[in-house]
């Protein structure tokens, strides 16, 4: 079965800087999606990226995929406190697959 | 992900008991897909419903746990005889259409905490 795994797994980062976000998958990506989670509260939709070498970007977040790689990035830019949460990748199971698969996610904080 | 509603945000049931969670689609959206999140794991996919129909059950557990979608009214997912071991935090999220078509996302609702004491 399909494993995606997150890291690091937890950042703590000083408001203002930049931090990055691996996701690697054991299989082949079909697509991947990225959503943030704050404690206690429900996913919130981020991106989805569909192809290899896709970039996309909203706000201060920039998401990546490599599909060779079978692997994607998350950065944001000039982080702030509204950024901390979890962040989640989830990835098809399969080609066409309508059920995700998701990493353990990375928990990031941001100090004013 | 507004738009998904779930409920109860918080249930706490006694083990022997039964738990129910709703969960109402976006609007226009036919596709339900139920995911459980116990503490210090990511989710797991439990099952895919669309109007009246299981498409995929493979991540549900073979007992105790039921799910369904009627035409009319939101999804239930159905936890009988609830254990210790079933206190997670359950999500549903809805889409327009499956995930087989690559340009839909799912949305994902709040949330429904059960709590098994």
């Known amino acids: 079965s399909q494993e995606l795994e997150q890291s690091p797994q937890s950042l703590i980062v000083q408001e203002g800087k930049n931090l990055t976000i691996n996701c690697t998958s054991s299989?082949?990506?079909?697509?991947l999606y990225w959503y943030k989670q704050k404690y206690g509260e429900g996913l919130i939709f981020l991106m989805m990226?569909?192809?290899?070498?896709e970039e996309k970007s909203h706000e201060k977040i920039t998401a990546k995929l490599d599909e060779k790689k079978q692997q994607s990035s998350l950065h944001i830019t000039a982080s702030q406190p509204s950024h901390a949460g979890i962040y989640l990748c989830g990835a098809p199971t399969g080609a066409g697959s309508y059920q995700l698969t998701f990493g353990k996610g990375t928990k990031l904080s941001v100090i004013p | 992900n507004a738009g998904v509603m779930q409920n109860p945000r918080h249930l706490v049931r006694r083990r022997g008991q039964e738990a129910r969670l709703r969960c109402s689609p976006m609007?226009?959206?036919?596709?339900v897909y139920w995911y459980r999140q116990l503490p210090e794991e990511g989710l797991k996919f439990m099952v895919y419903l669309q109007k009246e129909n299981i498409i995929d059950e493979s991540g549900m557990p073979k007992e105790r746990f039921s799910a369904e979608f009627p035409k009319e009214g939101p999804s239930i997912l159905r936890i009988q005889q609830v254990v210790r071991g079933d206190s997670a935090a359950y999500f549903c999220a809805s889409s327009p259409l499956g995930h087989r078509d690559r340009d839909t996302e799912a949305f994902f609702g709040q949330g429904t905490r059960l709590t098994v004491v």
């Open positions: 990226l569909q192809k290899g070498g």
């Open positions: 609007k226009g959206h036919s596709h």
């Open positions: 299989k082949t990506l079909y697509g």
